[in-house]
């Protein structure tokens, strides 16, 4: 159960702009979502608001986090300060700065990164893993630790 500061500080803090499409309102530890208008679009828009502060509320009770597994022979990742630094094969580092709200982790070739901000730790999962997509051959690069990598057979596979 959520409790109602939380409630308002989850509206105040992240700025749920609702656009006069959609009203909110808070009894008790009740929130309602109502729609302005008729229209097929301020239906869609009720329902967006309602998933966007669930997830507020969400990310504010328990939080979320993604992790990335990092593959190929001298990639590593390491945390120094606020910036991520990646050896990724490249001939320089990369340099990732951590996001405000954000925390990443790294225990051997596994990224974890946790935020209360659903967009920002998905939004920050995916930089990362843009530097360095994987690879379909070998299987090299950043990926998410529950994806799958359709491999696909070399050249001396189709003699």
Do not use: C
Request: charged letters at 25%; zero cysteines; proline letters at 3%.
């Amino acid at each position: 159960m959520v409790h109602v500061s939380w409630l308002r500080k989850a509206i105040l803090k992240k700025r749920l702009e609702t656009h006069g499409r959609v009203t909110i309102s808070i009894d008790g530890a009740n929130v309602s979502f109502e729609r302005v208008g008729e229209e097929k679009q301020d239906a869609a828009y009720w329902g967006t608001y309602r998933a966007l502060f669930n997830n507020i509320v969400i990310g504010l009770d328990k939080g979320y986090s993604k992790s990335l597994e990092i593959n190929g022979v001298g990639y590593r990742a390491v945390v120094e300060g606020k910036t991520l630094v990646l050896q990724l094969g490249f001939s320089h580092p990369v340099n990732y700065d951590i996001a405000e709200g954000l925390t990443m982790t790294v225990t051997k070739n596994i990224i974890e990164i946790k935020g209360s901000d659903k967009q920002a730790v998905g939004q920050a999962a995916a930089e990362i893993r843009s530097f360095r997509p994987p690879e379909p051959y070998k299987g090299k690069g950043v990926k998410y630790t529950d994806e799958v990598i359709i491999r696909k057979a070399g050249k001396a596979a189709g003699k």
